[in-house]
């Protein structure tokens, strides 16, 4: 994510880095270094010459000030500081108001990811809210659309409303929301067709569906990898529907940081999700502080934590913890630590969130099949194996081997990390305050140089 942004950034910040204090000359150096990095970003040249031109003054108002913190700390405090208030400061909610139900619509370009998004929100709202959506197949114009959503409805445990043969999107939203009305839904969420900003027939339909449904929130759903052409898409919707929040989805492609950098300025309307992956859980809730520090390079452990939170069982973690003391840890719960992690998400973009290990990640590929290697291995035991590492005698590697299609250097060589793995937990569960330390390590399977 915006790794190119991140690089000239830093590359801009070197420039005082080694420099007792800010002068015009070293400030200006690096702000033109900035400047260059966000307009190759797709960030508007206007707003890449205010937001420089802030830095700037500020950087230049700190003679005197501050004197213990080095030049080039304080400059990326600076800039950390101007890109929070330049994507929106804090983050804003959702707003499901207090009456049944409430109304979410969707819009957006063709081809955004409005219809994925709608799963991903039906499945936040469901996890992570205790919801009970409703997604509604209002696209009356893509081929497969309605399917789309049923199968996505299918996948995050949503109903879906939809009326096929019905080719009134309004009508359809309107019935959706009576539906739900009658069967106690707590949301509503309108997925309506792509649509082109010049195509004015379908852009007052977009805003007659707004106007008939009265939606607690209307969200405009953006592809983040278009940049510019994005933001101003994002002005032209607004002034036809006046949406309430933005969503960017694709982060996880080829972003240069345009739109994200852009939207809030240009638009005014915070960014309130943003969108990585094809999986259903992967939504998270926008905060301009966390975005700022991925940007610059230093992680984002409070997201990390968060996500490490969601699948965080206490009652498992005081049953391994005990297996550990005893030194009764196993393949069993070590496929079950392996099961925790991936469902947090992608393995390369979690790492990212830790601070320094985006850029000692930067030429390493971590292949989110790393884990497959272990999983064949440990599936290829018996259940008595699994309980028991102890019994894996010679003639059981081999057959084990066989069984996972993999050499007998490779099962020995996990065989050999697990067990420094379970020694070394069982060692710092001795230590104090090292208790709930279990995670799954050891090795460097699916790491690879590029």
Do not use: W
Not at 205 to 232: H, Y
Not at 379 to 389: L, V
Not at 393 to 416: C, D, P, Q, Y
């Amino acid at each position: 994510m915006f790794e190119n942004l991140s690089d000239r950034l830093d590359s801009a910040f070197k420039v005082i880095s080694g420099t007792g204090r800010l002068t015009e000359l070293n400030v200006a150096e690096s702000i033109k270094e900035i400047r260059r990095a966000l307009v190759d970003a797709d960030v508007n040249y206007k707003i890449a010459k205010e937001f420089t031109d802030k830095i700037k003054d500020k950087a230049l108002g700190t003679e005197n000030v501050l004197k213990a913190v080095k030049p080039g700390e304080l400059m990326v405090k600076i800039v950390m500081d101007e890109l929070v208030e330049l994507m929106g400061g804090q983050s804003e909610g959702i707003n499901l108001g207090k009456t049944k139900p409430a109304v979410i619509l969707i819009a957006g370009l063709q081809g955004s990811g409005k219809t994925t998004f709608t799963g991903k929100l039906a499945y936040h709202l469901k996890n992570k809210r205790q919801k009970s959506p409703l997604v509604v197949a209002a696209d009356v114009y893509r081929p497969a659309a309605v399917d789309q959503l049923t199968v996505l409805a299918e996948q995050v445990g949503a109903q879906i409303y939809k009326e096929p043969e019905n080719k009134n999107p309004v009508q359809i939203a309107l019935n959706a929301i009576q539906h739900a009305k009658a069967h106690n839904f707590d949301v509503v969420i309108v997925d309506t067709a792509g649509r082109l900003a010049v195509d004015e027939q379908m852009m007052a339909e977009i805003a007659n569906i707004k106007t008939a449904v009265q939606p607690n929130e209307t969200l405009f759903v953006v592809d983040s990898m278009t940049g510019q052409d994005a933001v101003n898409t994002a002005k032209t919707f607004n002034e036809v529907i006046n949406y309430d929040g933005v969503v960017l989805t694709k982060l996880d492609g080829d972003t240069r940081g345009g739109a994200a950098l852009s939207i809030k300025y240009t638009v005014g309307k915070p960014i309130k999700f943003v969108s990585m992956g094809e999986k259903m859980d992967t939504l998270d809730v926008f905060y301009p502080d966390r975005m700022a520090q991925r940007i610059l390079g230093m992680g984002d452990i409070v997201t990390f934590v968060e996500k490490a939170q969601e699948q965080f069982d206490e009652a498992e973690a005081k049953r391994l913890e005990n297996k550990i003391r005893k030194n009764k840890f196993d393949f069993n719960d070590f496929l079950a630590q392996i099961n925790q992690i991936k469902r947090m998400g992608d393995i390369k973009s979690l790492m990212n969130m830790i601070p320094g290990m985006g850029k000692a990640l930067k030429d390493i590929d971590i292949d989110n099949s790393a884990f497959k290697k272990v999983e064949c291995i440990i599936q290829s035991m018996t259940p008595q194996e699994r309980g028991n590492p102890e019994l894996l005698s010679a003639s059981r590697k081999l057959r084990i081997a066989k069984g996972s299609g993999k050499t007998l250097h490779e099962v020995n060589l996990f065989l050999k990390q697990f067990d420094q793995m379970r020694k070394m937990m069982h060692k710092m569960t001795k230590m104090p305050n090292m208790g709930n330390m279990a995670m799954p390590g050891g090795g460097k399977s699916g790491m690879r140089r590029r």
